[in-house]
């Protein structure tokens, strides 16, 4: 099932593709789904970043070629934007890097996951840009400084509830037109379902929180006016360009 949120007179609306249009829903959390009768055609919707989450949280040295142990940090909900959206580079201060990852959205209150339950407590994965000023990391160990730009973390262009193995998921990265990387999640040296347990054996995360999942060698240098598409099979195409 594929559930974009979507910009409507009312406001923000959760909603579900079926066919040529958008069906909208109560609440993407509700099982089984409940539809309120309205449609948008597909033509017509705007995308919004693909959920409104309280807590976004990054997994650290989830590269291929890390040595160190996977840690993981708190980026700011204030950062997150929707395909479409331009993402403001902070200049002045070294080199601009996007990161195209899975994103894994959480479906419900989810705490000491294992290995063999972690995906569980999954609702479904869209698309992440990690947005990273590089250089910043020498100076905040934090990732504060390097990760807190306007719309550093664009999240869409939907969420996608049937992934058939999210630890096998390709990933492109074209900029401006050309292809510049293809990995996926099988190239992280930490597997998905261990990020979730690694960070639910330390904060309890709820319906909508998101948790990006690392960068397998997709961390490429940008400029502004560039163009940035990420697309994960399965999933989809997140689009952005760098002001």
């Known amino acids: 099932m594929r559930i ?13 593709a079926l066919g040529d249009r958008w069906h909208l829903i109560v609440s993407p959390f509700a099982a089984p789904v409940v539809y309120t009768g309205e449609s948008i055609p597909a033509g017509e919707a705007v995308l919004l970043a693909s959920v409104d989450p309280r807590v976004v949280v990054g997994i650290g040295h989830n590269q291929p070629g890390h040595a160190l142990p996977m840690q993981a940090w708190h980026k700011s909900v204030h950062t997150v934007a929707g395909t479409g959206d331009s993402i ?35 609702l479904g994965y869209t698309v992440a840009n990690d947005v990273t000023n590089v250089d910043q990391g020498a100076v905040d160990e934090r990732n504060f400084q390097g990760k807190s730009g ?11 509830t049937d992934l058939a193995d999210p630890e096998n998921v390709a990933t492109e990265v074209v900029i401006n037109g050309a292809v510049v990387v293809n990995s996926g999640s099988f190239n992280l040296p930490s597997s998905v379902a261990a990020a979730l347990v690694y960070v639910t054996k330390w904060l309890t995360l709820e319906a909508g929180d998101v948790v990006l999942t690392g960068a397998p060698g997709t961390d490429l240098p940008v400029k502004p006016g560039d163009t940035v598409d990420i697309t994960l099979a399965g999933i989809g195409t997140l689009s952005n360009t760098i002001a």
């Open 88 to 122: 403001t580079a902070v200049r002045g201060v070294g080199t601009v890097n996007i990161e195209g990852e899975l994103a894994v959205v959480i479906g419900r209150s989810a705490s000491n996951l294992t290995l063999a339950n972690a995906f569980d407590a999954v």
């Open 150 to 160: 306007t719309n550093y973390t664009p999240l869409g262009p939907w969420i996608e």
């Open 4 to 16: 974009a949120r979507l910009d409507t007179p009312t406001g923000p609306r959760h909603a579900v």
